[in-house]
């Protein structure tokens, strides 16, 4: 369909007389009602009366205003004379725009635009603009549905008759209530528009600083008004980014800055009784620049800036602690060169400038020692803003080529060196002591592993052996390899009281941690095949077959993140042959660790500052971990924590950390990790014909490979352990779960990722039979029935029939088995919505769609393919009983409360409406 809005010219009267269409019998009517202004016409060719009804045309007339327009009111005569009070506009085309109107006011006899919250004065000049046939361009095909316009889109006219038209009531007759209610609406509107004037003349420009003490870059909008001096939004300044308690604010002074480049541009040097709506240029939307709030010490001064200049960010580096210190801002210019960039620094730092070596850092990583005295820092690439490193301590060290020198070590460190918050699991309070025998290795294990030292081969298998047991008094629980949850459970755990983890801490809190993640691949295999033995029962077969696995390679083995899918994971012998290659040359790699204060040192959440290096991968991570955790890496689980404290599980060990920013947080949990091939899953408990029909009972571990059957005795092991539930394994069903709904039922032969396809964040139920499984097949349906009882009005539970094929003939057949109903005598209807198919009782028979003319049950409108669709049923012959109305509101109060239980109930929230406020451009009259 097109649709077009016509624009042909249509002209209107101001004054539409009507008299002329109307019969002489009919013309005079007789006002006998004026107080509820009704009237009654009556005929009367009397040509007296005509002038009786005349002059009370003229007596209405000269109630309307007496502008020009309306003088034709007192030329018409007769009764049905109307005037034009109110036109309804349209601004736009057919396929959109804009409403508003213009009313006439009967005070003043002037038109008003009212056009949303905005109203003003109008002449019938503009009241002629909406009569269209303006040259609207090309009037095409379909031109016409896009070609905008403004029309009068409806005409409003009421009748001149001074005994039924009203007037506005004046300001003097509102009642003492309503003056005084307009009387604040006056003083409120008054503060707003003094506040709006402020608005007005009020510069609003981004405002940053580095705190004296954190040394952070703090950010805010610092609003001034125009007529406040340099000295006034200094102060204005410090106290918005609350430096009261750290720094006077005679120490500070505002600069121009350019937060894209982070360059220090301008000092406003005598400027101080500058107006700022003059020294930012006046009042804007939008500034080109932004301030920063510098600060100095007591006895510096501060530096003058200049257009033109390079803004440096000098850190001075101590080789000996191998500390780096917070940086300074020094100007410079392009055109020095780089000795007189050292005697700016040396005189800025107090350094010597003999043994002084510079370092420029353009880009990430990118150093560069400035070792040329002539050059010039444009010949340097210096940029508008840059971080350099300072230092002058070691000469040993300076004899050394830059790239192999201690100097270049501690700087790719700390480029790449981030801060973390890691919390740790709770410790248990069931352990027992370790043998003191064993006190002093595990006092040396710990120093390898959080001392100042470069551990080698033989260190960090010293390290691998002492994670199990540290320190005196430490303790640690006895092993039991059952299933995976026990392990989740912490009871092949070494658990660390408090009191050691703080000692351990302050101990080493200013010791700085280089972890060798290094461990022979035979060791490896030797401990990755005595886990595999303690974990829960599979399968001969695939026990096998995972423990060759371990054998070959290194339990390093790729794993995927939480948003990736495991159909997409490596897959061919030669990806994971790299990988494992990648990972033994990864454990000859040394990354830094090192461990600040318990930040919140109790047993229900230890959280510890950790500075570490980002390019380490997840498994040194994890070993650098296992002091503090208590347990070996391959027994506790890292979780990412993003800002709204949602956590995803980092799981391929082969992943560093550089997508985690700086401060960023970690969560560590007890619980075996996953290894190649494996996928973590949510198990529920699907009981059909209870309140809960879907309840979740324990997270679980499949594998590739792995039998339906396998798992089947596996999770039947921990229903008993965890549940109390001892299921008969031939009574124990596994099916698929598609967000709420029961879906495919999995049989015995199966094999995961081969005829079930695995993913990451997957889920499945557990359903426990009342009799032995009776599904063989994959290629079998299994749906769930319900028979509804119109002469009772209720539904009866679930049952399950199981189909050879999908067909309407073997659907009833097996319904009537379990019914006994005649086949030819049932009608049956596929439930909707999400399982388990809520329907009212009370519309059973008249919103489902009962017997589809259909053969078989994968076509229209029922779409059945997947087992765990609901079909009701019922007998033809059964005969529906009729309800009184107290019996249908008693069945509604029992559904009611029945949703309520199961939090199904929708509240509705009425919406609160603001006052339309609406300010004309009119000056009040004196």
Same mark, same amino acid.
């Given at each position: 369909?097109?649709?077009?809005?016509?624009?042909?010219?249509?002209?209107?009267?101001?004054?539409?007389?009507?008299?002329?269409?109307?019969?002489?019998?009919?013309?005079?009517?007789?006002?006998?009602?004026?107080?509820?202004?009704?009237?009654?016409? #009556?005929?009367?060719?009397? /040509?007296?009366? #005509?002038?009786?009804?005349?002059?009370?045309?003229?007596?209405? $007339?000269?109630?309307?205003?007496?502008?020009?327009?309306?003088?034709? %009111?007192?030329?018409?005569?007769?009764?049905?004379?109307?005037?034009?009070?109110?036109?309804?506009?349209?601004?736009?085309?057919?396929?959109?725009?804009?409403?508003?109107?213009?009313?006439?006011?009967?005070?003043?006899?002037?038109?008003?635009?009212?056009?949303?919250?905005?109203?003003?004065?109008?002449?019938?000049?503009?009241?002629?603009?909406?009569?269209?046939?303006?040259?609207?361009?090309?009037?095409?095909?379909?031109?016409?549905?896009?070609?905008?316009?403004?029309? $009068?889109?409806?005409?409003?006219?009421?009748?001149?008759?001074?005994?039924?038209?009203?007037?506005?009531?004046?300001?003097?007759?509102?009642?003492?209530?309503?003056?005084?209610?307009?009387?604040?609406?006056?003083?409120? %509107?008054?503060?707003? !528009?003094?506040?709006?004037?402020?608005?007005?003349?009020?510069?609003?420009?981004?405002?940053?600083?580095?705190?004296?003490?954190?040394?952070?870059?703090?950010?805010?909008?610092?609003?001034?008004?125009?007529? !406040?001096?340099?000295?006034?939004?200094?102060?204005?300044?410090?106290?918005?980014?609350?430096?009261?308690?750290?720094?006077?604010?005679?120490?500070?002074?505002?600069?121009?800055?350019?937060?894209?480049?982070?360059?220090?541009?301008?000092?406003?040097?005598?400027?101080?009784?500058?107006?700022?709506?003059?020294?930012?240029?006046?009042?804007?939307? /939008?500034?080109?620049?932004?301030?920063?709030?510098?600060?100095?010490?007591?006895?510096?001064?501060?530096?003058?800036?200049?257009?033109?200049?390079?803004?440096?960010?000098?850190?001075?580096?101590?080789?000996?602690?191998?500390?780096?210190?917070?940086?300074?801002?020094?100007?410079?210019?392009?055109?020095?060169?780089?000795?007189?960039?050292?005697?700016?620094?040396?005189?800025?730092?107090?350094?010597?400038?003999?043994?002084?070596?510079?370092?420029?850092?353009?880009?990430?990583?990118?150093?560069?020692?400035? $070792?040329?005295?002539?050059?010039?820092?444009?010949?340097?690439?210096?940029?508008?803003?840059?971080?350099?490193?300072?230092?002058?301590?070691?000469?040993?060290?300076?004899?050394? &080529?830059?790239?192999? &020198?201690? @100097?270049?070590?501690?700087?790719?460190?700390?480029?790449?060196?981030?801060?973390?918050?890691? #919390?740790?699991?709770?410790?248990?309070?069931?352990?027992?002591?370790? &043998?003191?025998?064993?006190?002093?290795?595990?006092?040396?294990?710990?120093?390898?592993?959080?001392?100042?030292?470069?551990?080698?081969?033989?260190?960090?298998?010293?390290?691998?052996?002492?994670?199990?047991?540290?320190?005196?008094?430490?303790?640690?629980?006895?092993?039991?390899? /059952?299933?995976?949850?026990?392990?989740?459970?912490?009871?092949?755990?070494?658990?660390?009281?408090?009191?050691?983890?703080?000692?351990?801490?302050?101990?080493?809190?200013?010791?700085?941690?280089?972890?060798?993640?290094?461990?022979?691949?035979?060791?490896?295999?030797?401990?990755?095949?005595?886990?595999?033995?303690?974990?829960?029962?599979?399968?001969?077969?695939? &026990?096998?077959?995972?423990?060759?696995?371990?054998?070959?390679?290194?339990?390093?083995?790729?794993?995927?993140?939480?948003? =990736?899918?495991?159909?997409?994971?490596?897959?061919?012998?030669?990806?994971?042959?790299?990988?494992?290659?990648?990972?033994?040359? %990864?454990?000859?790699?040394?990354?830094?660790?090192?461990?600040?204060?318990? *930040? %919140?040192?109790?047993?229900?959440?230890?959280?510890?500052?950790?500075?570490?290096?980002?390019?380490?991968?997840?498994?040194?991570?994890?070993?650098?971990?296992?002091?503090?955790?208590?347990?070996?890496?391959?027994?506790?689980?890292?979780?990412?924590?993003?800002?709204?404290?949602?956590?995803?599980?980092?799981?391929? @060990?082969?992943?560093?950390?550089?997508?985690?920013?700086?401060?960023?947080?970690?969560?560590? !949990?007890?619980?075996?990790?996953?290894?190649?091939?494996?996928?973590?899953?949510?198990?529920?408990?699907?009981?059909?014909?209870?309140?809960?029909?879907?309840?979740?009972?324990?997270?679980?571990?499949?594998?590739?490979?792995?039998?339906?059957?396998?798992?089947?005795?596996?999770? /039947?092991?921990?229903? !008993?352990?965890?549940?109390?539930?001892?299921?008969?394994?031939?009574?124990?069903?596994?099916?698929?779960?598609?967000?709420?709904?029961?879906?495919?039922?999995?049989?015995?032969?199966?094999?995961?990722?081969?005829?079930?396809?695995?993913?990451?964040?997957?889920?499945?139920?557990?359903?426990?039979?009342?009799?032995?499984?009776?599904?063989?097949?994959?290629?079998? @349906?299994?749906?769930?029935?319900?028979?509804?009882?119109?002469?009772?009005?209720?539904?009866?539970?679930?049952? =399950?029939?199981?189909?050879?094929?999908?067909?309407?003939?073997?659907?009833?057949?097996?319904?009537?088995?379990?019914?006994?109903?005649?086949?030819?005598?049932?009608?049956?209807?596929?439930?909707?919505?999400?399982?388990?198919?809520?329907?009212?009782?009370?519309?059973?028979?008249?919103? @489902?769609?009962?017997?589809?003319? *259909?053969?078989?049950?994968?076509?229209?409108?029922?779409?059945?393919?997947?087992?765990?669709?609901?079909?009701?049923?019922?007998?033809?012959?059964?005969?529906?009983?009729?309800?009184?109305?107290?019996?249908?509101?008693?069945?509604?109060?029992?559904?009611?409360?029945?949703?309520?239980?199961?939090?199904?109930?929708?509240?509705?929230?009425?919406?609160?409406?603001?006052?339309?406020?609406?300010? #004309?451009?009119?000056?009040?009259?004196?």
């Amino acid at each position: 369909m097109h649709r077009i809005k016509l624009n042909d010219k249509m002209t209107f009267p101001d004054i539409l007389d009507l008299n002329s269409f109307i019969d002489e019998d009919d013309q005079m009517p007789s006002l006998e009602n004026t107080e509820t202004g009704e009237m009654n016409h #009556t005929a009367h060719n009397n /040509q007296e009366e #005509t002038n009786d009804e005349a002059d009370k045309l003229n007596k209405a $007339a000269s109630m309307v205003a007496t502008n020009t327009k309306n003088k034709r %009111e007192q030329e018409n005569r007769g009764p049905y004379v109307y005037e034009l009070f109110s036109i309804m506009i349209h601004s736009g085309s057919a396929a959109g725009g804009h409403y508003y109107a213009y009313i006439k006011s009967f005070t003043d006899g002037l038109w008003y635009c009212f056009n949303d919250q905005h109203v003003t004065r109008i002449t019938y000049d503009d009241i002629r603009k909406t009569y269209g046939g303006g040259v609207s361009g090309y009037r095409g095909c379909y031109s016409s549905a896009y070609s905008s316009s403004t029309n $009068a889109y409806m005409l409003m006219y009421r009748q001149v008759d001074p005994k039924r038209n009203k007037t506005f009531v004046s300001v003097q007759d509102f009642p003492e209530h309503l003056l005084k209610l307009m009387e604040e609406m006056k003083q409120v %509107e008054e503060t707003e !528009k003094k506040q709006r004037e402020v608005e007005k003349n009020t510069c609003k420009i981004k405002l940053f600083g580095l705190h004296p003490e954190t040394n952070k870059l703090l950010d805010a909008k610092l609003e001034v008004h125009k007529d !406040k001096t340099l000295v006034e939004a200094t102060e204005m300044a410090h106290k918005l980014l609350e430096f009261e308690d750290t720094v006077p604010v005679t120490q500070c002074r505002l600069v121009k800055y350019d937060e894209y480049n982070d360059a220090l541009e301008k000092s406003y040097e005598g400027e101080e009784q500058t107006l700022m709506g003059e020294l930012l240029g006046g009042v804007k939307s /939008q500034y080109l620049f932004d301030l920063f709030l510098e600060t100095r010490k007591e006895d510096e001064e501060f530096q003058v800036y200049k257009y033109g200049g390079v803004t440096l960010r000098v850190s001075v580096i101590d080789l000996k602690e191998e500390y780096i210190s917070n940086p300074i801002t020094i100007r410079a210019y392009l055109t020095m060169s780089v000795k007189e960039l050292k005697n700016t620094i040396s005189t800025k730092t107090g350094l010597p400038l003999e043994s002084m070596r510079v370092v420029l850092e353009k880009y990430y990583n990118d150093l560069r020692l400035l $070792a040329a005295p002539s050059k010039t820092l444009q010949a340097e690439n210096f940029a508008k803003s840059n971080k350099v490193y300072v230092e002058c301590n070691d000469g040993a060290d300076a004899l050394l &080529s830059f790239p192999q &020198s201690k @100097l270049h070590k501690i700087l790719d460190r700390h480029a790449n060196t981030i801060r973390l918050f890691v #919390t740790l699991p709770p410790l248990q309070p069931n352990s027992k002591t370790i &043998s003191p025998n064993n006190v002093d290795n595990q006092e040396n294990a710990i120093e390898k592993s959080l001392g100042n030292l470069q551990i080698d081969q033989k260190d960090c298998k010293n390290h691998d052996n002492a994670t199990n047991s540290i320190g005196s008094g430490i303790t640690t629980t006895e092993t039991q390899g /059952q299933s995976d949850n026990e392990i989740a459970s912490y009871r092949e755990a070494t658990k660390i009281n408090d009191a050691e983890l703080n000692s351990l801490l302050s101990k080493d809190k200013n010791k700085d941690t280089e972890i060798c993640d290094s461990k022979t691949s035979e060791e490896t295999s030797n401990k990755q095949e005595s886990e595999t033995n303690n974990d829960a029962s599979l399968t001969k077969t695939n &026990s096998e077959k995972r423990d060759n696995d371990d054998k070959e390679k290194d339990d390093s083995c790729p794993e995927k993140e939480f948003k =990736e899918d495991w159909d997409n994971e490596i897959n061919s012998t030669n990806a994971e042959d790299e990988e494992s290659s990648s990972l033994n040359c %990864e454990n000859k790699k040394q990354w830094y660790f090192k461990t600040g204060e318990c *930040v %919140e040192p109790s047993t229900e959440s230890r959280v510890i500052d950790v500075q570490v290096d980002k390019r380490i991968t997840l498994k040194a991570f994890k070993n650098c971990l296992e002091p503090l955790v208590g347990v070996s890496s391959q027994n506790f689980k890292i979780y990412r924590v993003y800002a709204n404290n949602q956590e995803f599980e980092i799981v391929r @060990l082969t992943d560093t950390l550089q997508s985690h920013s700086d401060e960023g947080k970690i969560s560590v !949990k007890l619980g075996r990790a996953l290894k190649k091939g494996e996928c973590r899953v949510k198990v529920f408990l699907l009981s059909p014909n209870e309140a809960e029909p879907c309840k979740f009972l324990f997270d679980w571990i499949l594998a590739k490979g792995q039998t339906v059957r396998s798992s089947k005795i596996e999770i /039947q092991v921990e229903l !008993k352990r965890s549940s109390d539930l001892d299921i008969p394994l031939n009574r124990l069903r596994l099916r698929k779960k598609s967000w709420k709904n029961p879906a495919a039922v999995y049989v015995d032969t199966q094999v995961y990722d081969e005829d079930i396809p695995i993913f990451s964040n997957w889920e499945l139920f557990v359903e426990i039979l009342q009799e032995p499984e009776k599904v063989e097949s994959s290629g079998q @349906l299994v749906l769930f029935v319900r028979r509804w009882l119109p002469s009772q009005f209720k539904l009866e539970p679930f049952q =399950e029939v199981i189909l050879d094929d999908c067909t309407v003939v073997e659907l009833r057949k097996q319904i009537g088995v379990i019914s006994g109903i005649s086949t030819d005598c049932i009608d049956f209807a596929k439930g909707r919505g999400a399982f388990p198919s809520e329907i009212s009782l009370l519309e059973m028979q008249t919103d @489902l769609e009962w017997n589809p003319h *259909v053969t078989t049950l994968n076509s229209w409108p029922l779409y059945i393919t997947d087992d765990g669709a609901v079909i009701y049923y019922r007998d033809s012959k059964e005969e529906l009983i009729d309800l009184t109305e107290e019996q249908k509101k008693e069945i509604r109060k029992k559904e009611n409360a029945r949703l309520n239980r199961t939090g199904h109930k929708i509240i509705y929230s009425p919406r609160k409406e603001r006052a339309l406020k609406i300010y #004309t451009d009119i000056p009040s009259s004196p």
